[in-house]
Nanobody, 128 residues
Framework: QVQLVESGGGLVQNGGSLRLSCAAS????????MAWFRQAPGKEREFVAT????????IYADSVKGRFTISRDNAKNTQYLQMNSLKPEDTAVYYC?????????????????????WGQGTQVTVSS
C-alpha cells in the first residue's frame, strides 16, 4: 500500500516559517515528479510547487515564489517544503503528491491530474 504522510504543519504568526515534510512508503518516487498543493476553506485545491526527480527543475506558483522552497531526498523517499515569510493567505491544508510514471530527470507536472498518489494533508494556519 502506497502512503504519503505529511508533517510539520501548525499555527504560525504572520511572517513566520514552517517546514513541511512528506514521507513516502510502499513504492519509490525516486524517478517521478513530486509536488505540493493546497486547499483553503471554500476554495479549490491549487498548485504550490513541484520538483523533478533529478532535482534539476522546480516550478512555483506566483503567489509563493521567492518565499517557498521545494526539495527532495530520493534516498529517504521524502520531499520537503520550506515556507518563509508566511502570510495569512497561505492558510490552507497542504497536500503532498507523487506521480506514478517514471519520467525524464527534469520533468515536472503542474496539473494535479498527473499525480496518482496523495497524502491526507497537513493544516497550516497563519495568524495576522
Amino acid at each position: 500500500q502506497v502512503q504519503l504522510v505529511e508533517s510539520g504543519g501548525g499555527l504560525v504568526q504572520n511572517g513566520g516559517s514552517l517546514r513541511l515534510s512528506c514521507a513516502a512508503s510502499g513504492r519509490t518516487f525516486s524517478t517521478s515528479p513530486m509536488a505540493w498543493f493546497r486547499q483553503a476553506p471554500g476554495k479549490e485545491r491549487e498548485f504550490v510547487a513541484t520538483i523533478s526527480w533529478g532535482r534539476t527543475t522546480t516550478i512555483y506558483a506566483d503567489s509563493v515564489k521567492g518565499r517557498f522552497t521545494i526539495s527532495r531526498d530520493n534516498a529517504k523517499n521524502t520531499q520537503y517544503l520550506q515556507m518563509n515569510s508566511l502570510k495569512p493567505e497561505d492558510t490552507a491544508v497542504y497536500y503532498c503528491a507523487g506521480a506514478s510514471l517514471t519520467t525524464a530527470r527534469s520533468s515536472i507536472y503542474v496539473d494535479p491530474l498527473r499525480y496518482a498518489y496523495w497524502g491526507q494533508g497537513t493544516q497550516v494556519t497563519v495568524s495576522s
